[in-house]
């Protein structure tokens, strides 16, 4: 019987946070002061202003090319902005100024993965596990590892993300798609059922469990699924996808 695959997960989005930190000291004049540059970056953002906060970041970074809260937030927008390069380029200044910043190690191999450099991209997310364990760092390498073929070690560090964020689906759902991967589908199913039963609407978990459940021989439970997941897809390719799985459910017993 054929195996199918589920879908490819996305990292769970980066978030930006961003804040005036401290009274500042009126040492330099405000034109060339970089603080205050910073500043008037973080006010244009709370107004959702990114192109008006990137020009005082720039003030900012000519003024103090290692000022760390100008670098983080020039990257952040950067790498929001689908722009990796020059947001690898700040959040790089950013880590050198602050090597213990688990954030900024994390921010920094997102940069890198997405300019494809996965070898850059894990050594970051790797030291920023290191530093302390977060969740989002262990998604990230065991859905980078479970890309390279590592099923086993990917699934330890998606064990690690659950441990640490156990009511976000995030790592439920990859946790899913490496068992899936790994032929192990009762308990790929189980995981996605979790993740599932965390975020109930989101139709690419109705999807993955649906795949699961086909897998693993359950097909009246996957007619299901895709039925309800159906009307909620966007995407007209995977759409026409579940289509074809729907059919191939319906042309087994369950």
Known sequence: MKAYSVILIAAPALILAACVSGPKAPVLDNDKNPQYQYEKAVIAMNYGLPDEAL????????????????????????????EPIPAADALAKWVEAEPRSAEGRLYLGTAYQEMGESERAEAEFRASFEIDGNAPAAFRLGRLL???GDLATALDYADQAIKKA?????????RG??????????EAVASFETALGLTPNDPNLM???GIAFINSGAAEKAKALFRKALPLLKDPAL????????????????
């Open 207 to 209: 999807v993955n469990l």
């Open 177 to 186: 798609v490496i068992l899936n991967q790994m032929g192990r589908y009762p």
């Open 146 to 148: 479970m890309t390279k």
């Open 239 to 254: 759409r026409d996808k579940v289509q074809n799985y729907l059919k191939t459910a319906e042309g087994r017993r369950a």
């Open 55 to 82: 020009r005082y970041l720039d003030q900012a970074v000519v003024l103090d090319p290692r000022h760390a809260k100008a670098n983080r937030l020039m990257g952040i927008i950067r790498l929001q902005r689908k």
């Open 166 to 174: 156990d009511k976000e689906s995030d790592g439920h759902n990859l």
